[in-house]
Nanobody
Framework: QVQLVESGGGLVQPGGSLRLSCSASGITFSRYPMAWYRQAPGKQRELVARITSGSSTNYTDSVKGRFTISRNNAKNTVYLQMNSLKPEDTAVYYC???????WGQGTQVTVSS
């Protein structure tokens, strides 16, 4: 039962916040770098943030200072805290294991007034 399940998406007003969660099962979670990607309709999927097994992080420039990726290995979960959301952040957000290439089903984030 190897899978990734995203949750926490929804509709939020510009300037608001959401916290996405990605729960992993069936893997030795702590060993793997994880990432959040997003894809808006008509656009290519883009890397948003990544976190290594040692919890080093990096972000795409458009979200730096607004988004924070973190992980809780005891809970086999990676998070994406999204603050100061903008309409351009609207997309389906996916988590992925950067080594295995496994993806979750995604969670929709819509930023609109």
């Amino acid at each position: 039962q190897v899978q990734l399940v995203e949750s926490g998406g929804g509709l939020v007003q510009p300037g608001g916040s959401l916290r996405l969660s990605c729960s992993a099962s069936g893997i030795t979670f702590s060993r793997y770098p994880m990432a959040w990607y997003r894809q808006a309709p008509g656009k290519q999927r883009e890397l948003v943030a990544r976190i290594t097994s040692g919890s080093s992080t990096n972000y795409t420039d458009s979200v730096k200072g607004r988004f924070t990726i973190s992980r809780n290995n005891a809970k086999n979960t990676v998070y994406l805290q999204m603050n100061s959301l903008k309409p351009e952040d609207t997309a389906v957000y996916y988590c992925t294991n950067l080594v295995t290439g496994r993806w979750g089903q995604g969670t929709q984030v819509t930023v609109s007034s």
